[in-house]
């Protein structure tokens, strides 16, 4: 299965942990295709099928075409339409000489194009068929449009996030998109492991609901344990306070005072003396019943200086502080520079135009990194066609 | 290495894709026992260690203890302290029978132990060693205190979610360790897979930070790409309007008119008649222009009628949208409960108190479900310590 892997001087594999494995990826837009590019990071074969002459969906949201440029790299593209025997009959072979399947159409839609798992077995019992949803491929809801700000809607997660008298609100990026290719790349490789053992195939069935699920595990068990429904709490913490965001005169910053002990720490700072003496404030539990009227007189304080004076002081007491950080400064932020987690890759294919994106989310796993930019539409149409039939053996489809 | 597997009627593993492979965790709090957790699941033998008397710092969050409970299923618990010769030495001898090791100390903590990759990797040079952290073990950062309210202030989420003109939000559950989790299992796995190859162990390096920044990919590139910084838009699309959240006169909800043709449709309910007419709504363009004075009116007829109508008006019409649901309506949802995406797991063990959890983010992976519910403090001390001495061999630690 790794025929094609060698291992280098330190003994690892050159090539990474999936190299040897051919993934079919007909996926478009967020979840399938995120999915594909990690296994592409970890050395698989993607091979991203797209409809000739537009592709997929994502190449068009922009510029900049950030959807489609974080989500493609490690993949080769070919123009192959679905739509036609012939393009069917090009997916057919593809799959006889792969080992997973990725695909995040709606529930049915493969079906529609006869490459439904069932049809699919017959001809490759072993393959991994992956399926991406928003809500599953059975249930009610099976069939309801999957877009990221729905599924946030209907998890929970909406309600769980803002300020607690203000509107429910969407967490700022992606996140059921992100959690369900994770869970469906969890899955293919156990799915993988498993076919070493059985030499037989299966069909997975991700739903973006069913993993977003997981980010309310806390809050679910709470609900059902005590039949109380959590409340949204904003930036704070249930059970613990001053344990949230707060304003300095220029920017704000996170603190989390987490037990007693770093209470008489924050009140060792000169500014916050005076609450030593506050009767309300003395106990966890006080400051808990009395949280708003602690809060008002903290964030006064806070406000009359900058950010970096008070997480300085903070600091030095060893309680656990941040600045919320904007993306230009995360994106030059030296430990995250340090660290090099921040790639770059080319796009357009042959621009010269380096964009930086988030690396692999390991470090020092059996992964090829980078080895690919994000494809042009079709750029690797007759080099995929050639090696399945042979130079010459069929006109690139599209 | 899966010699306890068997495989059932339908040619599937019956004990999961991991069954053989067992997992030593020190881990603690969150991203490490969500990791080990989604191990379980899939089949491995997770031997939780625990400080004897004390255990997992989870355990005492609450009642209900819904951290402890929603991330400690399909494991054992053993007491063994690391702080002595005896407890490092049990450490050690169960990872030498082990094939891999989780760890989320704060970096140094496991040298202190004289348990790091260097000192283990020298008895077990198989051993593939994840070190969990909220910044990883390298870089500035890499000693701070990780919290994930922190990481989420950090990696620029935050920046990115809430109001354009309120506060910066933290997202409503832990992400940054959810998704931190997952990177790790992702690479433990490929790293199974990489020593099936190479007879060789890794260390891993997980940063919950390079995980979340995953979920800012495209705002990471849009930024770098263009030189602008992302603002934050709310619950908006940055380029599409109306799409976004709506208040009924019961309730919000989410709506997404994505192209012109969903406008059209949108227009021709009979409420909405009357934007047709005006000229500053008429192209997806003009609506991003005018999109204040556009919303204003779509709320102000929103807000007349109940959620329950409107969205049965855009369902009519193909435009996606759902209601915000609470926990209360998620835990209840008919979607959930026919797809079985909820669990339930006893705690504490022996108390016959069921409790319902979230379950695996996948269906019909070769995995064993919920084999056991999360265990007591040293539950499973004698049994660990028997099959490793043979009884009698060692009296339990703690």
């Known amino acids: 299965m790794v025929s094609s892997n060698t291992i280098d001087g330190s003994g690892a594999l050159k090539k990474g942990a999936l190299n040897g494995i051919r993934v079919v990826d007909v996926s478009r837009a967020l979840a399938g295709p995120f999915t594909t590019m990690l296994m592409g990071d970890l050395g698989a074969d993607v091979i991203k099928l797209e409809m000739p002459g537009t592709g997929d969906e994502s190449r068009y949201w922009g510029p900049p075409f950030a959807t489609y440029m974080s989500s493609n790299r490690n993949k080769r593209s070919a123009e192959v339409d679905l739509h036609t025997d012939e393009g069917r009959n090009i997916c057919l072979d593809l799959i006889r000489n792969a080992d997973v399947l990725v695909e995040n159409f709606r529930p049915g839609t493969m079906r529609r194009f006869k490459l439904d798992y069932e049809t699919v077995a017959k001809i490759k019992p072993d393959l991994i068929y992956c399926s991406i949803s928003a809500y599953g491929q059975t249930g009610p809801m099976s069939h309801r449009p999957g877009i990221d700000l729905m599924v946030q809607a209907v998890s929970g997660l909406m309600s769980q996030t803002g300020e607690p008298d203000g509107?429910?609100?969407?967490?700022?990026?992606?996140?059921?998109?992100?959690?369900?290719?994770?869970?469906?790349?969890?899955?293919?490789?156990?799915?993988?492991?498993?076919?070493?053992?059985?030499?037989?195939?299966?069909?997975?069935?991700?739903?973006?609901?069913?993993?977003?699920?997981?980010?309310?595990?806390?809050?679910?068990?709470?609900?059902?344990?005590?039949?109380?429904?959590?409340?949204?709490?904003?930036?704070?913490?249930?059970?613990?306070?001053?344990?949230?965001?707060?304003?300095?005169?220029?920017?704000?910053?996170?603190?989390?005072?987490?037990?007693?002990?770093?209470?008489?720490?924050?009140?060792?700072?000169?500014?916050?003396?005076?609450?030593?003496?506050?009767?309300?404030?003395?106990?966890?539990?006080?400051?808990?019943?009395?949280?708003?009227?602690?809060?008002?007189?903290?964030?006064?304080?806070?406000?009359?200086?900058?950010?970096?004076?008070?997480?300085?002081?903070?600091?030095?007491?060893?309680?656990?502080?941040?600045?919320?950080?904007?993306?230009?400064?995360?994106?030059?932020?030296?430990?995250?520079?340090?660290?090099?987690?921040?790639?770059?890759?080319?796009?357009?294919?042959?621009?010269?135009?380096?964009?930086?994106?988030?690396?692999?989310?390991?470090?020092?796993?059996?992964?090829?990194?980078?080895?690919?930019?994000?494809?042009?539409?079709?750029?690797?149409?007759?080099?995929?066609?050639?090696?399945?039939?042979?130079?010459?053996?069929i006109k690139a489809a599209g």
Chains 1, 2 share one sequence.
């Open 167 to 393: 509107r429910a609100m969407k967490a700022g990026g992606p996140i059921a998109d992100i959690v369900g290719g994770f869970s469906a790349v969890v899955s293919i490789m156990a799915s993988l492991m498993e076919r070493r053992e059985t030499g037989r195939g299966r069909y997975i069935d991700i739903a973006m609901l069913d993993a977003l699920m997981m980010v309310l595990n806390q809050q679910i068990v709470t609900y059902t344990a005590t039949g109380k429904p959590y409340a949204r709490v904003g930036n704070a913490h249930p059970l613990m306070a001053p344990y949230e965001s707060f304003p300095a005169s220029d920017r704000e910053f996170v603190m989390a005072v987490t037990n007693e002990k770093a209470w008489k720490a924050f009140i060792s700072i000169p500014e916050f003396a005076h609450l030593d003496e506050v009767p309300e404030f003395k106990a966890q539990v006080d400051r808990n019943i009395n949280r708003v009227k602690m809060l008002e007189e903290i964030y006064r304080v806070f406000r009359a200086k900058p950010a970096e004076y008070w997480l300085a002081e903070l600091d030095k007491r060893g309680i656990p502080s941040e600045p919320i950080l904007t993306l230009p400064e995360v994106v030059s932020h030296p430990h995250i520079k340090e660290r090099g987690s921040l790639m770059e890759i080319e796009y357009p294919p042959g621009s010269g135009t380096r964009v930086v994106i988030p690396g692999m989310p390991w470090r020092d796993v059996a992964a090829p990194r980078i080895q690919r930019d994000p494809p042009g539409l079709g750029q690797h149409t007759r080099e995929v066609l050639e090696e399945l039939y042979g130079p010459g053996g």
